[in-house]
């Protein structure tokens, strides 16, 4: 089992949608969850962060984990043109993160 | 200020070949990182520097890889022998102070092994 689980099924939503993105972990030694966000020929950039289970919000952006059931997820509000890109989930610890495939998300204008 | 910056951008070699990669890290970054991106597959960890430290080397796939990084600073990655499955965007990272979740990446170098 992979350390890190993140169907990388790409996503297409109309402008406005929500968009839903999640993940899941094996390893309960995980301290941090992350999401990046990478737009195309770049490198990720770091959209969220959290430490502890519940949501944390950012603007459109809402990143909730759940330490017990080893879930994670990303949730966009009224999703943008601009928001198309490559998400990917991370998790740390130890000085070392670990990575989802990825999903590709396009929000159609 | 300056990011992370790395050359080449993109690298077609052929097999068998060696290649170098190269990383600036943001100027005082004590940490640096080297993952790399195959397509579906994620990113996979690689090597690890972290200030005057022994490099954590454990996501090196095989003896053809290594890295080093000179004065602290700059890290070239070599790919020795390379074979197709090599293929894949090299991406670096710098930390300040060596906490994962304040990496800063680069924008990869993208390897084509013909």
């Known amino acids: 089992q992979k350390e890190v689980e993140q169907d990388p099924g790409p996503l297409s939503v109309p402008e406005g949608a929500i968009v839903s993105l999640n993940c899941t972990y094996s390893?309960?030694?995980?301290?941090?969850f992350m999401w990046y966000r990478q737009y195309s020929r770049k490198g990720p950039e770091l959209l969220m962060y959290t430490y502890s289970s519940g949501n944390k919000e950012d603007g459109r952006f809402t990143a909730q984990v759940d330490k017990s059931s080893k879930y994670i997820s990303l949730f966009i509000r009224d999703s943008q043109p601009s928001d198309s890109a490559t998400y990917l989930c991370?998790?740390?610890?130890?000085?070392?993160?670990?990575f989802g495939k990825g999903n590709q998300v396009v929000v159609i204008p | 200020g300056a990011g992370v910056s790395q050359s080449p951008s993109n690298k077609v070699t052929e097999k068998g070949k060696d290649v170098e990669l190269r990383c600036d890290p943001i100027?005082?970054?004590?940490?640096l990182y080297w993952y790399r991106q195959s397509l579906g597959q994620g990113l996979e960890f690689l090597i690890y520097?972290?200030?005057?430290?022994?490099?954590?080397k454990s996501g090196l796939p095989s003896d053809r890889f290594s890295a080093e990084r000179t004065g602290g600073s700059v890290s070239t990655l070599t790919i020795q022998r390379t074979q197709q499955e090599d293929s894949a965007v090299y991406l670096c990272a710098s930390s300040p102070d060596g906490n994962t979740d304040t990496q800063y990446f680069g924008p990869g170098t993208r390897l084509t092994v013909l």
């Open positions: 100027s005082g970054h004590t940490a």
């Open positions: 520097f972290q200030g005057n430290s022994a490099p954590d």
């Open positions: 390893n309960s030694a995980f301290q941090y």
């Open positions: 991370a998790m740390g610890g130890n000085n070392r993160l670990a």
